[in-house]
């Protein structure tokens, strides 16, 4: 075995791990595998005899790219109105690619990775690796260009952020399934006072412009009124039923085999809060699609 070849082995072994971190960090799928080929592009050039932690090393280059690639993010942030949400992963119940059981483990929903959203880059990547992956402080303040105390100090204010925000989705996959096939029932029976029990009543639905043809993305609030835009979509739910969505369970509409229409939810206390609408081409031929077993 040649070097790059023993190189390739080790970089596959940590892989998992690398995708994972990088999903947490960036909330993008397509983001995090660019994030671990940019750490391939790097680990192929570089002198790696004198490493002695390899995984560690790789880790901190991840981390570095993640780190340029959500401050270029803000940059570039200009309408405040556009529909933003971390992309969806659709797995089957049951299991699959490893790798995508690896990014949906610990529950990391779209809820919480629209809240990690809302930190400062430094911020997110604080409370992520420490928090979520065990990064000595110590470790983590080079990482991401500071000092172990003010890595600690970041991390300290990111999760404050985050329990100071809104509720904690439920985690348990069988009340959201309960919950996302009632709300599934009553849009096809046509049930108003039955989709209005389902929604919180502070109710956000965000849809994208291929869902909606509108020069700008939707987005509605409150219980009636989205339950209204639901009783219009009567006859397309019956193309829909359920699916994992980004690690909760949500809806896919599909007719004559093609996909065309992803919701997503958030459900708190048994209240839907929040459905994301996803119907943009683009992102919908990057789904691993597979309906749930009824």
Not at 46 to 67: F, H
């Amino acid at each position: 075995m040649d070097e790059r070849e023993w190189l390739t082995e080790r970089f596959e072994e940590h892989r998992p791990h690398l995708r994972a971190v990088a999903y947490r960090m960036l909330g993008s799928v397509s983001e995090a595998d660019d994030a671990i080929q940019d750490a391939w592009l790097r680990l192929s050039r570089a002198d790696t005899s004198s490493v002695e932690n390899l995984g560690g090393w790789l880790t901190t280059v991840v981390t570095r790219v993640c780190l340029n690639m959500l401050r270029s993010r803000e940059n570039r942030r200009e309408e405040p109105l556009d529909v933003h949400v971390p992309d969806p992963i659709i797995s089957r119940e049951d299991g699959g690619d490893p790798e995508q059981e690896a990014l949906l483990a610990d529950s990391v929903g779209l809820a919480l990775l629209v809240v990690l959203d809302t930190l400062t880059p430094a911020e997110r990547l604080a409370f992520v690796l420490h928090d979520m992956f065990a990064v000595p402080f110590d470790e983590l303040g080079p990482m991401i260009e500071r000092s172990p105390a003010a890595a600690r100090q970041l991390a300290s204010r990111a999760r404050r952020r985050v329990k100071g925000g809104a509720p904690l989705p439920d985690a348990d996959l069988t009340r959201q399934r309960r919950v996302v096939e009632a709300f599934l029932a009553a849009s096809r029976g046509g049930d108003f006072d039955a989709l209005v029990a389902l929604l919180d009543p502070d109710v956000v639905l965000r849809a994208d412009r291929a869902a909606v043809p509108t020069p700008e993305p939707i987005v509605v609030r409150g219980a009636h009124t989205v339950a209204t835009g639901a009783m219009a979509a009567t006859r397309r739910a019956r193309f829909t039923g359920p699916a994992l969505v980004n690690g909760a369970v949500g809806l896919v509409m599909v007719h004559r085999g093609r996909l065309f229409l992803v919701l997503g939810f958030t459900i708190t206390d048994g209240k839907i809060t929040e459905i994301d609408v996803i119907a943009d081409p683009a992102r919908l031929r990057q789904l691993d699609l597979a309906v749930l077993d009824d």
